[in-house]
């Protein structure tokens, strides 16, 4: 495989002005016919040759004008096609054939079930027919589906409906026109046997758009919150960015079989089930929200994305960085602001550090790749929203608004690029962006250590920062620039937040942002009346790595006192990794310990005060993750780390136990089930409470869990009831675990979304023999080697959530997770590739796994029909 570099950027020597798509649906031979006008591209370098882009396809005909073309004109590679002699203007007319149902791949024209439908981003489109496939060149679309009436009644592609059509042998056809010049990965078509869930939304200029959901007819009674959500989409997008929706008709579909979560087509978005489909009876909160956020993503690609495009994939931050921001600001709005950002923060240090920890590290904007779609990184979306996040924190929310509007005012219709981001948000604000471009240019997490020094005499505080950035594939450390970094600040006395005043401002406030940008920098806080602890980086408000040698009754004085929720909550995260590490030192040297007692004192704080909001609670007084723990030190001390957050979690368990069971009645609701901030807030702090009270459950406590998990009107509470079940290793429970597992899959087993989540808890199930239950489980009915969220279920969660037993001491969770990453190689290349997670972070364990580690890799690495996805991976990681 060959890689692909960002500074070799050409321009197309061609575009494709008007594209019109015919299909002839068939599952072993469906023939795409295009009929693509194209004209010489002004502004490349001309070219008496077209070369077009193709993959696995059946070349039947091509001509040029009136033209047939045959074999001496053209010539046909592996990945390509090329007409050796063009003019500046002509109409290219290509026939393929395809064959979607044995595609595999789920990239290009797939079968899901009895529905055909289409993935085309990145680049899908090529495995439709012969196509200029890069996101510079924009077409209009014209597309005619012709399918059998009664297997596919309903017809569907981009844009609006223009024509239907009854023809011979029982066979109908529907053309669509999309009036928006769009990319080919933009391009979608679904047929099938499908129902519409309908609504409609008037746009803030009185325009009617139509809203259909689609889905298989057993899914009607799961689509209401996703409607909602769009609707509350559509609004808030209006509202805070000033964009209104510009087609008659949105569509959404819903579909099985999905690579990913879903798919912002032009006007017609595809969805995985598991991110489009919610009912209380057979969601969770987590999933509910899930929904929310994934329907808001796609519909807000709609202009961050489509209206706006990107000018070749080295930019698929730009879309997706900024669209992710704008999703997670769309949620904190419809919930709770803190707890959607202590997820946020969770999920960047936990699982986008260890990327930038890792051999795949990359820039928001890498400079070269030889799979694209390796890089639907969680640091092209989350680490790309936290970089559009400061520039909301540099410029304030106006300025920020105004960039944007600028943004989208002066590339629409475009394929835009980072820098054209970059340069409206400099000129609307006037200020300078070039050294915060290194976000952008330089991976790794930036590490900053700062230090306070109080002088009473003076009453000044000095905080001095010190900020590098670790060596990386891409380059060393030391040859890295300091970032521009915003920290936002405040101090903490021992009544609350003291006014702060810095030399460069007059007016006193309780919180700044100050601006790093040197390798070490003071800044002097003046008239400060008593010592403070400083509160720094609230809000998360950039995506490092912070350390300031706080006591531990500082961090204390932060949770009680601090007006962020976010920071309170961190402050108490970091007392927790401190008790977990002085319990594994203690079993390093086979030591007594006790539970640190401030921690246990802001336990009981938390459960005693009912002042509190719940899901603050419910997030203080859950355990830092075995991955978030796994991050802090290496190498990884897997077996460690288990042991002693579990001993934290049984003694916390233990010494609140009267409090754990007074704050679960407490959460106990009789109102009919609502998705709403409150009630979510309650049922997670009632989950967290179960968990605690079931580390060793009285009879009373085993009554009221199984009671929970019986009589619950939703599946939030049904299935914390079957994961506190199945994660107690009391005797007392033991037959409880197995009827609860066994009730539950008898209950949901034509429910396929609910299935997962019994599959996954079970493979998430830590305790010893996992591996052979997860083996039973690959052979279980209920399991589909095809279906992506099968896999995702059971091989994904038993790999990255089950660590003592994916790194078993003897490589077996090795070996199997290499087993299932070369049948997938030729399967499903995109899930294969994203399985290889685990083992390319082989360097952060000890010698011995990482010898185990490696040896599967290499295994992997000599199979000789390598995908480019898996190559890749394997290659950067050994
Ligand atoms: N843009 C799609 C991702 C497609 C990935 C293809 N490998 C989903 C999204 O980010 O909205
Ligand atoms: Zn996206």
């Not at 079930?113 to 060149?137: S, W």
């Not at 005060?609 to 859950?622: G, R």
């Not at 279920?793 to 090795?814: E, K, L, P, R, T």
Request: charged share 20%; net charge negative; hydrophobic share 40%.
């Amino acid at each position: 495989p060959t890689t692909i570099y960002l500074k070799d950027y050409l321009p197309p020597a061609f575009l494709i002005e008007k594209t019109h798509l015919t299909f002839q649906l068939d599952p072993e031979k469906t023939t795409v016919t295009s009929v693509l006008q194209c004209v010489a591209n002004p502004k490349a370098a001309p070219s008496q040759s077209l070369t077009l882009h193709g993959q696995d396809l059946k070349l039947v005909r091509l001509q040029l004008n009136n033209k047939a073309l045959t074999a001496a004109d053209y010539c046909v590679e592996e990945e390509s096609l090329t007409i050796h002699a063009v003019p500046d203007a002509f109409t290219l007319t290509c026939v393929t054939e395809i064959s979607p149902a044995t595609n595999s791949s789920l990239e290009g024209l797939y079968k899901s079930r009895t529905m055909y439908c289409t993935q085309c981003e990145a680049e899908g489109f090529r495995k439709i027919t012969y196509y200029l496939d890069r996101p510079d060149v924009l077409s209009e679309f014209t597309t005619t589906v012709i399918g059998d009436k009664q297997q596919f009644p309903v017809l569907l592609s981009n844009g609006n409906l223009v024509a239907s059509e009854q023809l011979e042998n029982g066979f109908h056809s529907a053309t669509w026109h999309d009036p928006f010049k769009k990319p080919a990965y933009l391009f979608a078509l679904v047929a099938g046997d499908l129902q519409v869930v309908e609504d409609n939304f008037i746009t803030c200029s009185g325009r009617n758009v139509v809203l259909k959901i689609f889905v298989e007819p057993k899914d009607l009674d799961k689509c209401e919150h996703a409607m909602a959500s769009l609707k509350n989409a559509m609004k808030w997008d209006e509202e805070v960015y000033g964009r209104e929706y510009d087609l008659d008709i949105f569509m959404i579909v819903a579909v099985d079989d999905f690579n990913m979560g879903a798919m912002e087509n032009k006007g017609l978005n595809i969805f995985n089930t598991s991110c489009v489909l919610a009912n209380p009876k057979t969601t969770t909160d987590a999933g509910f929200a899930r929904v929310e956020g994934v329907v808001a993503h796609e519909y807000f690609h709609n202009w961050s994305g489509n209206r706006v495009t990107c000018r070749d994939w080295f930019q698929l931050s730009l879309k997706e960085g900024f669209t992710v921001f704008r999703d997670e600001e769309f949620s904190s709005d419809m919930g709770s602001r803190t707890v959607k950002r202590v997820e946020d923060v969770n999920v960047m240090r936990t699982l986008q550090f260890a990327e930038d920890g890792g051999p795949m590290a990359h820039p928001v904007q890498p400079a070269s790749f030889m799979e694209i779609s390796n890089f639907y990184t969680l640091t092209i979306y989350e680490k790309g929203a936290e970089v559009v996040r400061m520039y909301h924190t540099l410029l304030g929310p106006e300025l920020f608004r105004q960039g944007s509007d600028l943004y989208f005012e002066r590339h629409d219709g475009e394929a835009a690029t980072i820098e054209d981001f970059t340069a409206a948000m400099a000129e609307v604000s006037g200020r300078d962006f070039s050294q915060f471009k290194y976000w952008y240019s330089q991976a790794g997490t930036p590490v900053v250590k700062a230090e306070g020094d109080y002088c009473a005499q003076a009453k000044t505080f000095s905080l001095t920062f010190e900020q590098y950035c670790p060596d990386t594939p891409e380059a060393k450390g030391s040859d890295k620039k300091p970032y521009h970094i915003p920290v936002n600040v405040s101090l903490l006395g021992k009544a609350g937040l003291l006014p702060l005043t810095l030399d460069s401002q007059a007016q006193p406030q309780t919180e700044v942002v100050l601006e790093l940008t040197e390798a070490q920098q003071t800044f002097v806080f003046n008239d400060v009346q008593e010592e403070p602890v400083p509160s720094l980086f609230r809000g998360f408000s950039a995506p490092v790595k912070s350390a300031y040698p706080y006591k531990k009754a500082d961090l204390l004085r932060i949770t009680t006192q601090d007006s962020d929720g976010f920071a309170r909550f961190d402050a108490m995260q970091q007392l927790a990794v401190v008790a977990i590490f002085d319990v594994m030192a203690a079993l390093r040297k086979q030591e007594e310990w006790q539970l640190e007692p401030l921690l246990l004192n802001a336990v009981k704080e938390l459960l005693t005060n009912e002042a509190l909001d719940p899901a603050m609670v419910a997030l203080m007084c859950t355990l830092p993750s075995q991955a978030y723990m796994s991050g802090l030190a290496t190498p990884i001390e897997v077996e460690l780390i288990h042991q002693a957050r579990n001993a934290v979690k049984a003694a916390i368990a233990e010494q609140c136990f009267d409090l754990w069971l007074a704050v679960y009645n407490r959460c106990l609701s009789t109102k009919a089930y609502a998705f709403n901030a409150n009630d979510v807030a309650l049922r997670s702090l009632k989950k967290v409470a179960l968990e605690y009270l079931m580390v060793k459950p009285t009879e009373e406590v085993l009554a009221l869990c199984v009671k929970q998990f019986n009589n619950a009107d939703n599946m939030t509470d049904e299935s914390a009831a079957m994961s506190a079940l199945v994660d107690c290793t009391a005797p007392l429970a033991a037959k409880e675990r197995v009827d609860a597992l066994a009730q539950f899959y008898e209950r949901w087993k034509d429910e396929a979304l609910v299935v997962n989540l019994w599959l996954s808890v079970q493979a998430a199930d830590s305790t010893p023999g996992a591996l052979k239950r997860v083996e039973a489980l690959l052979k279980h009915p209920a399991y589909d080697s095809a279906n992506p969220n099968k896999i995702r279920s059971v091989v994904s969660v038993f790999c990255n959530q089950n660590a003592v037993n994916f790194h078993a001491i003897d490589g077996s969770g090795y070996v199997f997770l290499a087993d299932q990453i070369l049948v997938l190689n030729k399967q499903n290349p995109q899930i294969a590739s994203r399985l290889l997670g685990p083992l390319t972070k082989w360097q952060k364990y000890d010698v011995n796994r990482q010898g185990l580690m490696r040896e599967q890799l290499l295994r992997i690495q000599s199979e000789p029909a390598l995908s480019k996805d898996v190559y890749e991976v394997v290659a950067k990681s050994l």
